[in-house]
Every structure is written in C-alpha cells, then in structure tokens.
T-cell receptor, first 119, second 108 residues
Framework: DTGVSQNPRHKITKRGQNVTFRCDPI?????LYWYRQTLGQGPEFLTY????????KSRLLSDRFSAERPKGSFSTLEIQRTEQGDSAMYLC?????????????????FGSGTQLSVL | AQRVTQPEKLLSVFKGAPVELKCNYS??????LFWYVQYSRQRLQLLLR??SRESIKGFTADLNKGETSFHLKKPFAQEEDSAMYYC??????????FGDGTTLTVKP
C-alpha cells in the first residue's frame, strides 16, 4: 500500500467550470476526510465519511461542493461553477476508527493534495 | 467553538539550540492532542500524539490540561527539523482542528 493517493496533483480551470478530484484512501481505513488549505493557514475541515456515509459537512462547504464515497472506498469531491476564491490545496486524509490504534483520537494519513487554481 | 492557537508563525533557531513550538487549544470534551509536520515537498504526516508519551526525532510534547497547552519541544534542534508544524486536537467525534502552523527554520 502506497498510502493515500490523490488525483490530479494540479488542476487549473477557468472560473465557472466544474472540477472533480479523486482520493483513494489506505485500503483498510474506514474514515475519509476532505480538508482545504490556503496559503498561510492550516488545513480546514470540509467533510468526512465513515464507510459510504457522509457524517458531517462544514459550513465552509457551500452547495456548489459535493462529495461522494459510493462504495466506501475511493471518494470524489466536485466543485461546480468554480470561483477564484476556491483556489486552494485540497487535502484528503484517511484513518481507522480509534481502538485499533489506541487512544480516543484518530491518527490521520494525508495524501499529497490537489492544488486548484481558478483563473 | 473549537480553536487552536499557534502564536508563532515563524520561528528561527540555530543548530544545537533548544526549540519550543507553542500550541494552545480551546476544545470541548477531552481531545487527544497531535502534532503533524510537513517537510519541504512532502505530505503532511503525524509527528507525535500525546497519548503515546514517546519521543519522535528527539521531539516531546507535554499536555497541560490546566493551561490547555500542548507545546512541542526539542533540546537540540537539527537542520533537518526545518519544516512546518501543526498542532491538531482530535476527538472520536470526527474531524481534527488544525492550527495555522509554525514554520521552523534551523540555521547552520
């Protein structure tokens, strides 16, 4: 297993276009997270899945954003009608439920991210 | 609201000097505390978690529940420690909340 994989690495698009990103988590991980990171800030939570169920969405996730994890494996994040303010690094992370690794919190394994530039 | 404060955006020390990266948090419940690190051109990765109480790459972090702090320390910094460091509380309720990070530069 090579870890969490994200595609594409870079995406340049024109304002108003739709874009879709893909994340392949570590195979035995049942939780998958999407974060967004802009320059000078830490990752901001967008949404997460436990298996195929989307359990929480941030208020940062406007109705132009949609995420899916249809079979509880890979996930896609789609942004419709992109705006310049959507330009950011989109990070995916996966984890296994606590208990397998000990402790109450979750150790996150991150992908390399997809850098989105909206022109 | 959950909040994580890393007061230093930039921190610069000389090789061999001690280093401390500060983290203060405001969090409901009893979070577990993590430090993540991002080296140049690499992905974000876990450095250490407070529950393990271990030293990773010479770094340690002590959780102070009274002061709600989780400062990261290393007695003798090395050039390869230069990186971006993020403090991140997490509960079993789902998401981690990340601070805005501290860029550590260790000068030769």
């Amino acid at each position: 297993d090579t870890g969490v994989s994200q595609n594409p690495r870079h995406k340049i698009t024109k304002r108003g276009q739709n874009v879709t990103f893909r994340c392949d988590p570590i195979s035995e991980h049942n939780r998958l997270y999407w974060y967004r990171q802009t320059l000078g800030q830490g990752p901001e939570f967008l949404t997460y899945f436990q298996n195929e169920a989307q359990l929480e969405k941030s208020r940062l996730l406007s109705d132009r954003f949609s995420a899916e994890r249809p079979k509880g494996s890979f996930s896609t994040l789609e942004i419709q009608r992109t705006e310049q303010g959507d330009s950011a690094m989109y990070l995916c992370a996966s984890s296994s439920l606590p208990g397998r690794t000990g402790g109450t919190g979750e150790k996150l394994f991150f992908g390399s991210g997809t850098q989105l530039s909206v022109l | 609201a959950q909040r994580v404060t890393q007061p230093e955006k930039l921190l610069s020390v000389f090789k061999g000097a001690p280093v401390e990266l500060k983290c203060n948090y405001s969090y409901s419940g009893s979070p577990e505390l993590f430090w993540y690190v991002q080296y140049s051109r690499q992905r974000l990765q876990l450095l250490l978690r407070h529950i393990s109480r271990e030293s990773i790459k010479g770094f340690t972090a002590d959780l102070n529940k009274g002061e709600t702090s989780f400062h990261l320390k290393k007695p003798f910094a090395q050039e390869e420690d230069s990186a971006m460091y993020y403090c991140a509380p997490n509960t079993n309720a789902g998401k981690s909340t990340f601070g805005d990070g501290t860029t550590l530069t260790v000068k030769p």
